[in-house]
C-alpha cells in the first residue's frame, strides 16, 4: 500500500528558515515522482512543484520557482519542500503527492502539513 | 485566477445527477493534455477521482465518470449520495507561461 506521512505542523516567524518532509512507502521512491501543492486558508489547490528521486530532475510552477526548494534523500524515502524567509502569505496547509506514471497528476496524497508564518 | 474555470458549486439531491464543468483553452485542454479529477472532503486531503480523462482508479465507484472534449472537460457523478459532498477539481497541463501543472478552481458539491 502506497503511504505517505507528512511532517507535523510547525508555527514560525516571518523571516525564518523552515523545512517540512514527507516520508512515502509501499512503494519504488526512486521510480515516482513526488512533489507538492499548497492551499492557502479556504482557497483551493496550487501546484507547486515536483521532483523525480531517481535522477533529480525538479520541476517548478513559475508561480513558485525561487520561493521555495523542493529535493528528496533516496537512502530515507523522503521529499523535503523548503523555505529560507518564511513570508506570512506562506500560511497555508501544504501536500505532498506522488504518481507512478507522471509528472502531471498526483495519484497518492499525504495528510497534509499545516504551516502558519506569524509574528 | 486560475486558467481551468469550474463552477463555484453545484448541488443535487440524493439520487440525482449532476455535472461539473472544467473549461480551460488551447493551451490545456484544448492541447490535448489530460485531465485529472480529485475529490476534497472537508478537512481531509484530496483524493485522486480520474485519472488521464477517464480513468478511474481503483476503488472508484463507478458512479464517477468524466469526458474531455476540445478546450473542456466534465465530471458526472450519478446517484448522488450524502458522502459525495465535497469539493471538486480538475487538473491538467498548460503550456503557457501561467503554469506548469494547473489545478482548476474547485467546485463545492453540496447535496440537499
Known amino acids: 500500500e502506497v503511504q505517505l506521512v507528512q511532517s507535523g505542523a510547525e508555527v514560525r516567524a516571518p523571516g525564518e528558515s523552515l523545512k517540512i518532509s514527507c516520508k512515502g512507502s509501499g512503494y519504488s521512491f526512486s521510480n515516482y515522482w513526488i512533489g507538492w501543492a499548497r492551499q492557502m486558508p479556504g482557497k483551493g489547490l496550487e501546484w507547486m512543484g515536483i521532483i523525480y528521486p531517481g535522477d533529480s530532475d525538479t520541476r517548478y510552477s513559475p508561480s513558485f520557482q525561487g520561493q521555495v526548494t523542493i529535493s528528496a534523500d533516496k537512502s530515507i524515502t523522503t521529499a523535503y519542500l523548503q523555505w529560507s524567509s518564511l513570508k506570512a502569505s506562506d500560511t497555508a496547509m501544504y501536500y505532498c503527492?506522488?504518481?507512478?506514471?507522471?509528472?502531471?497528476?498526483?495519484?497518492?496524497w499525504g495528510q497534509g502539513t499545516l504551516v502558519t508564518v506569524s509574528s | 485566477q486560475s486558467v481551468l474555470t469550474q463552477p463555484p458549486s453545484v448541488s443535487g439531491a440524493p439520487g440525482q445527477r449532476v455535472t461539473i464543468s472544467c473549461t480551460g483553452s488551447s493551451s490545456n485542454i484544448g492541447a490535448g493534455y489530460d485531465v485529472h479529477w480529485y475529490q476534497q472532503v472537508p478537512g481531509a486531503a484530496p483524493k485522486l477521482l480520474i485519472y488521464a480523462n477517464n480513468n478511474r482508479p481503483s476503488g472508484v465507484p463507478d458512479r464517477f465518470f468524466a469526458s474531455k472534449s476540445g478546450t473542456s472537460a466534465s465530471l458526472t457523478i450519478t446517484g448522488l449520495q450524502t458522502e459525495d459532498e465535497a469539493d471538486y477539481y480538475c487538473q491538467s497541463y498548460d503550456r503557457s507561461l501561467s503554469g506548469y501543472v494547473v489545478f482548476g478552481g474547485g467546485t463545492e458539491l453540496t447535496v440537499l
Open positions: 503527492g506522488c504518481s507512478g506514471r507522471s509528472a502531471d497528476n498526483f495519484d497518492y
